[in-house]
């Protein structure tokens, strides 16, 4: 008892419990979190509330793929034709699409700061950043103040990166932040970058007729996908579209305007081999985090390129590898998994550490998702990096694959292209990874990323009982096929 009341009273003189500096899904979250653990929150946030997944990532990029697939969808007169149905010319209208995607996003904020109101937590409207130990600092619109909190948790977040030798100019050539904005639809369009933001948009744009060049530095599109799903892809989201691929060559300089002038290079003698001439450009070439400005010298922090807050299993941040006192880390500036999920995730570990509850992020068993038509989803290892744990770890892989094209509901659908990839130990049947392309992939995945997080092996698997006919079904037989392979 007489810990307890030792304890409330350091809380209580401070300003608060937890300072959170960043308002997005992971800062949300562990505002949340912190009000059900008793603590005393608020959060601090310089843009709109929501950060980059709610304003100008996963909502309205989500309602821009819902939209364009609709109309690709209806645009399939052989599809529809093999199910019976016969439909006129299919007419869009881009200022509404435009308009209910930035509706959602809206809808999605203002839901956002009314959850963080009802609950009490204080939200701050201005830059914050660290003014020492266990103090932060805001510039407002009136003016700078200084709070004090017996914990400080930094979720500022990441920002589009973009190469030198590109200008922006938000009109001609932008990132996803303007891309989600929908104001134009330029005939042709180069995108620079083959990861999902680069495959979602090009979804977006050749199912509203543009056409496309997808430009990318590595020797192969998609590459951070596993191999056969990246191939199987390539062959139904690009190779049939209106998509001019050009790969292993650097955007060496884009100059904005009209038309925008794009020059490609040789990646390694970095001598220009070919200048384009496009409408538009996006640039999608990754994100980086946004930790400057955040006072993290004024307690020793120091990032590791390119500017990432180095943090321990536990989300504490670190110095020299030691974990500063009451200071954690979360979401894409800790350099972990740059998805919204895996900030909440982290924010509700950090929290659950800060009450002296221990817990870590098994950020293997994190799934993720591309919302192409078809979608792509996956979890765990790829099969290269799997067999490279095993080569390491003395184990050896297996990999099965089952095809869209049995499953009766996918067949049903007209909707068969598609496989399913477990990747798993053949001495124990754990698995490792799983990849999905096809219909509804992005829903299919969370039951791997639940097996994959109990550590499941296979020959469990095989013997849970799926819904029939469901999609699910193309995971059970992949459970099964892997057994009679085992």
């Known amino acids: 008892m007489e810990g307890n009341e030792q304890e409330r009273d350091v809380s209580q003189s401070f300003d608060y419990?937890?300072?959170?500096?960043?308002?997005?899904?992971?800062?949300?979250?562990?505002?949340?979190?912190?009000?059900?653990?008793?603590?005393?929150?608020?959060?601090?946030e310089a843009a709109d509330m929501g950060g980059t997944c709610v304003n100008r990532g996963c909502i309205p990029s989500k309602a821009l793929l819902a939209a364009s697939g609709r109309v690709r969808e209806l645009q399939d007169a052989p599809h529809l034709k093999a199910l019976g149905i016969q439909l006129g010319d299919v007419a869009f209208d881009r200022q509404a699409i435009a308009d209910h995607a930035n509706s959602i996003v809206t809808k999605q904020r203002e839901a956002l700061i009314g959850s963080l109101k009802r609950l009490g937590v204080d939200t701050i409207h201005g830059w914050g950043k660290i003014a020492g130990v266990q103090k932060v600092s805001v510039a407002t619109k009136d003016g700078e103040k200084t709070i004090t909190a017996k914990d400080i948790m930094l979720a500022p977040g990441s920002v589009p990166f973009v190469p030198p030798g590109i200008e922006i100019d938000g009109k001609t050539v932008f990132t996803s932040d303007d891309a989600v904005r929908l104001e134009s639809l330029p005939s042709w369009i180069a995108i620079v970058g083959s990861g999902y933001i680069g495959l979602e948009f090009a979804d977006v744009y050749s199912a509203l007729g543009c056409e496309i060049t997808l430009i990318e530095a590595l020797d192969q599109l998609m590459p951070g996908f596993d191999p056969d799903i990246a191939k199987l892809a390539q062959r139904v989201l690009i190779t049939p579209r209106d998509i001019e691929t050009k790969v292993g060559v650097l955007a060496k300089r884009i100059t904005p305007g009209s038309p925008v002038v794009i020059e490609l290079a040789d990646v390694k003698a970095k001598e220009t081999v070919e200048v384009l001439e496009v409408d538009a450009c996006l640039v999608a070439t990754g994100r980086v985090p946004l930790t400057k400005e955040l006072g993290l010298d004024s307690v020793g922090v120091e990032t590791v390129r390119p500017g990432y807050i180095p943090i321990n299993d536990h989300m504490a941040v670190l110095v020299g590898g030691e974990p500063v006192p009451h200071l954690w880390a979360i979401g894409d500036a800790t350099g972990k998994l740059m998805l919204a999920h895996a900030a909440s995730a982290q924010g509700v570990a950090a929290v659950e550490n800060i009450c002296a509850r221990p817990r870590a992020v098994d950020y293997h068993s994190i799934p993720a998702a591309a919302f192409t038509h078809p979608e792509i989803g996956f979890v765990g290892?790829?099969?290269?990096?799997?067999?490279?744990?095993?080569?390491a770890e003395g184990f050896e892989i297996t990999a099965v694959r089952t095809y869209f094209k049995g499953n009766a509901k996918a067949i049903a659908e007209g909707e068969t292209e598609g496989v399913a990839k477990v990747i798993y130990r053949q001495d124990t049947g754990e698995v490792l990874g799983v990849h999905i392309f096809g219909l509804h992939a992005s829903d299919l995945i969370q039951e791997a990323a639940n097996a994959i997080a109990q550590r499941q092996t296979v020959q469990d698997l095989a013997f849970l009982v799926h819904a029939h006919p469901t999609l699910s079904e193309v995971l059970d037989e992949a459970y099964k096929r892997a057994v009679t392979v085992h």
């Open 381 to 391: 290892l790829t099969e290269p990096a799997a067999k490279e744990k095993g080569k």
């Open 17 to 44: 419990d937890l300072v959170i500096i960043g308002a997005g899904v992971g800062g949300h979250g562990a505002a949340i979190h912190a009000v059900s653990c008793g603590l005393k929150t608020a959060v601090i």
